[in-house]
C-alpha cells in the first residue's frame, strides 16, 4: 500500500492533534521531511509524490512515537541552535531558544580579544560550541558529570570543527577542571528545577528529557550556589559568569549574589519579558 505525501501527513496531523501534540500539522512535516530527507518545500511543491510502503510503515511508527510524548528532536536526533545543527539524544537536554540569549550575552562580553570559556554541564555542547564557532580566537572547556552527554559533545565539536579549541570533561562543576586554569568566562545553562515541580511539567520533558540536567533536587538554586561560590577563583580579573535561571528565580538569585565579589550587571529578560539570563562581573 502506498499514499502521497498529503494523504500521509492527513493522517499523521490527525493522529498527533488527537493525542494532543501542540502544531500537529508543522510536527508531523518536520517527521516526514526528515525521513525522506526532503525540506518543506517538496512536501508541499510535491503533495501528491506517493512515499514508498517501507517509507509510509516507518513514518508511520515514528508518528506513533511523537504521539506517545517522544520529543520530536529525540526521533530525528537533532536541533537547530544559533544556526547550527546539533545531535541530540535523550542523554542530553534539547537545546532551547532562551539559551540563544545566553549566548548572545556571552558574544557581546567577550568580543574583543581571545576569551578563555568554560561551560558547565555542557551536555549536548551547544554553548561552548557556538561560541567557538563564532570567535574562531576563542578556546573552552567544557564540563559535564555525565560522560554520555560528553560522548554527544564531542560528536557535535567534530561535526562543526571545533575540536582543536574545545577540551571536554568528566566533572562536577569544576570538580576537575585544573586549578591552574583561569577563565575569562563561566557560562552555564545548569539544572534549575525545583524537584517539586518536575511532575507537573509537560509529558515530553518530564518524561524523556534527562532529569539531571533538569534539576539539582528539592532546591533549584544549588548548583547556581555553587557557580557563584566556586566561580570566582576560577576567574580571571574582571572576568564574568554569565547564568541561565528558571521563570521565578531572578529575585532569589539577585539576593544570592555576594556584592563584596560580584558586581550584578543585569539579569535579561527572555522573549516572554520573564528573567532568565544572569550576567556578573567579578570584583
Known sequence: MTISIAEALLEASRTLLNAGVPEARRE???????????????????????????????????????????????????????????????????????TELLVEAALELTKDGAPFICD???????????LLCEQISARAIAVDVSTAALSIAKQNANQLGVTDRIELLNSDCFDSVPTTYRFDLVISNPPYVDQDIVPGLQREVRDHE???????????????????????????????????????????????????????????????GIPRIVVLQKV
Open 28 to 98: 508531523a512535516a518536520s517527521l516526514l521531511g526528515h525521513l525522506i530527507r526532503k525540506d518543506r518545500t517538496f512536501l508541499i511543491s510535491q503533495a501528491e509524490h506517493q512515499l514508498t510502503s517501507e517509507e509510509l510503515q516507518i513514518f508511520r511508527a515514528t508518528v506513533e512515537r511523537r504521539a506517545a510524548g517522544e520529543p520530536l528532536q529525540y526521533i530525528t536526533g537533532q536541533q537547530d541552535f544559533y544556526g547550527r545543527v546539533f545531535r541530540v539524544t535523550p542523554d542530553v537536554l534539547i537545546p532551547r531558544p532562551e
Open 120 to 130: 558547565v554541564g555542557t551536555g549536548s555542547g551547544c554553548i561552548a560550541i557556538s
Open 210 to 272: 534527562p532529569l539531571i540536567a533538569l534539576t539539582p533536587g528539592p532546591d533549584g538554586l544549588t548548583i547556581i550556589r555553587r557557580l557563584l561560590a566556586e566561580a570566582p577563583q576560577r576567574l580571571r580579573e574582571n572576568g564574568f559568569l554569565l547564568l541561565e535561571i528558571g521563570f521565578n528565580q531572578g529575585a532569589a538569585v539577585e539576593n544570592l549574589v555576594d556584592r563584596s565579589v560580584w558586581k550584578l550587571i543585569e539579569i535579561r529578560p527572555d522573549l516572554q
